[in-house]
């Protein structure tokens, strides 16, 4: 059986928001002996990322939305002192509306909810999108005021989980916000535990952060 970028992404339409199910697709192109034979490893990887990054963030579902409700979902992460003047774009990387600060709000997924973002952490998810290390350079704020929705949650230890188990805390959050920090150990002695209202998610990654409960989820 052959897979091509183009058969995979029809599957996604088909299966919508199953993570699992595209994993395992995932996994058969990357091991498909005659592609990875034929095809160079570099386009090979842009592919299984490009398959991976529309199944995170929901291609299909945000497809089937118009610009401007795309907008105001992006628009619900953020103060609107953020919202009103950031870019706002799609998570394939389309502008809805070019902002003139230095915000970029993005509407939610089946994997993640609405997000307000500042250049850094939209780097650090690139690169845990990647398996890339990352060092963070500089205090940096994600937003997410209106929770993770109709997202699947995350693990708290395992940034790569993508369902719960009895030993990955998992957590779905309602209104939060999440903050980066240049140097990982000045957050030694905070909770990781996430009944708290204040924790640290994703310890000992690279991808480390703070997480603060804004309210709880309705």
Known sequence: MEYSFLGIVGEIDERGGDVVYFQRIIHRLLSWNRNLREVPMKRMVFLA???????????TVQAEKTDAELIAE????????????????TSDGKVLRQGTNDWTCYPGSAAIGPMCNQEQ??????????????????????????????AIGVSNTDPFATEPTD???WVKEG???????PNPEILK????????????????????HIMVKISEDE
């Open 74 to 89: 992006a628009e619900s992460a953020g103060l609107k002192a953020i919202t009103k003047d950031a870019t706002i774009k």
């Open 121 to 150: 952490w939209d780097a650090l998810l690139g690169a845990l999108m990647k398996r890339e290390p990352i060092d963070v350079k500089e205090f940096s704020v994600s937003y997410m005021l209106a929770g993770e929705g109709e």
């Open 175 to 181: 209104p939060h916000l999440m903050i980066l920090v």
């Open 189 to 208: 002695g905070l909770s990781t535990d996430p009944e708290d209202p204040v924790y640290v998610m994703w310890k000992g990654t690279p991808y480390v």
């Open 167 to 169: 030993d990955n805390d």
């Open 49 to 59: 990322v490009s398959v991976i990054l529309c199944v995170m963030v929901g291609c």
